[in-house]
């Protein structure tokens, strides 16, 4: 890690990691999203666990 040698400051690290996360998280969605095993679900402001949970054993 460049950090721990001494080449990137503390602030330059932090944006490093910040950066690599967002693209891991974005390589995430795209590798879900071919899957056609996942079910998205859309939950609004109103959302409520209990419904999350009917829902669940409404699909099996």
Known sequence: MPRWSGSLTSQEAEAEIVLRSLQFARRQMTWFKRDPRI???QVGEDFQPED??????TVR
């Open 39 to 41: 079910t998205w679900l």
């Open 52 to 57: 999350l949970a009917e829902y669940f054993l």
